[in-house]
């Protein structure tokens, strides 16, 4: 289950400023998948809340492309991450689209 409540983000993740990729939308807050209060990092995976799109943060927190090699990487030496990814990927865009 995401936990994106309020009060599990991070008073500095409140601070980002960039968009995402895909839709464009304000990356605004953060918060990690156990719901800890937590600023993201360089090479951190972040997932759209409003379209489900997969990236990475880069070093100004910002969000650059996930290639579909480092998702494979992902997927076969942290399957159960990689599970979770999908998972909430998934629960997004039903969410979203019914």
Same mark, same amino acid.
């Given at each position: ?11 500095? %993740?409140?601070?980002? @400023?960039?968009?995402?990729?895909? *839709?464009? +939308? &304000? $990356? ?7 719901? /800890? ?14 379209? %489900?799109?997969?990236? @990475?943060?880069?070093?100004?927190? *910002?969000? +650059? &492309? $996930? ?7 992902? /997927? ?23």
């Amino acid at each position: 289950m995401l936990n994106l409540k309020k009060e599990s983000l991070h008073p500095k %993740a409140a601070s980002l @400023k960039c968009k995402c990729l895909s *839709c464009n +939308e &304000p $990356l605004e807050m953060a918060t990690s998948a156990d719901g /800890k209060s937590e600023v993201p990092e360089k090479g951190n995976i972040s997932i759209c809340i409003m379209c %489900a799109n997969v990236a @990475k943060f880069d070093e100004d927190l *910002c969000l +650059e &492309p $996930l290639s579909e090699g480092e998702l494979n990487h992902i /997927k076969k030496v942290d399957p159960k991450s990689y599970r979770l990814l999908m998972d909430a990927v998934r629960l997004i865009k039903e969410r979203n689209h019914g």
